[in-house]
């Protein structure tokens, strides 16, 4: 998480792809914050708030679809499938190996405060495989692709609620900055 995210893939509002570079949504990044923060959790919470940036051009690609000839669409649907793919289910893998454990611990014996949140990550898989099938087609469907990618968009939305509103708050009210950090952020690549 450190690393925050080193991303090559960005959509513009009109749907069109570039680099970081070029696209004119530059995402806020954890390294242009001030070091010292109100909440423990407060680096994890920008980088959901860089990714959630992110998803805002994922949900623009979908729209920008139907305007694109079947050239452009598969690379479209190349692009958020690889950002999805390297990027959100990343995360989730992080978050399993290393956050969640730690909520567990932090909320006490027979705490289940991460089993939905975790299920809710086979959803997210689940739903990545389906785009990643479609825009392996041959002749790939861009209205099933589009309809998918905003229901993956509208799930990641409230599941990053469910992790700020309802996991985070747990490790604020017992870690110090100093434990998040060294026990979580430091450990998370995504
Ligand atoms: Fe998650
Ligand atoms: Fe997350």
Known sequence: MRAMLSLA???????????SATCGHEPVSAHNQ????????????????????????????????????????????????????????AHAADEERVLYPVVQRE??????????????HRIIERLIATLDKEASQPTPDAAAFSLTAHHLT?????????????????????????QFQREVADKMPH
Not at 9 to 19: K, N, S
Not at 107 to 115: D, F, H, K, V, Y
Not at 165 to 170: E, G, H, S, Y
Request: glycine share 6%; hydrophobic share 40%.
């Open 34 to 89: 001030p070091e010292s923060t109100a909440l423990p959790t407060d680096a994890f919470r920008r980088h959901h708030a860089e990714i959630i940036e992110h998803l805002d051009h994922i949900d623009a690609m979908a729209v920008a679809l139907r305007g694109q000839s079947p050239e452009e669409q598969r690379r479209t649907m190349r692009r958020a499938v690889t950002f999805l793919k390297e990027h959100i289910a």
């Open 107 to 120: 909320s006490g014996p027979g705490s289940q405060l991460t089993a939905v949140p975790i299920y809710e």
């Open 154 to 178: 509208g799930l990641l939305l409230g599941h990053f609620e469910i992790e700020e509103r309802v996991l985070l708050p747990v490790l604020d009210k017992t870690m110090t900055p100093e």
């Open 9 to 19: 893939i960005l959509v513009t509002a009109a749907g069109c792809a570039a680099t």
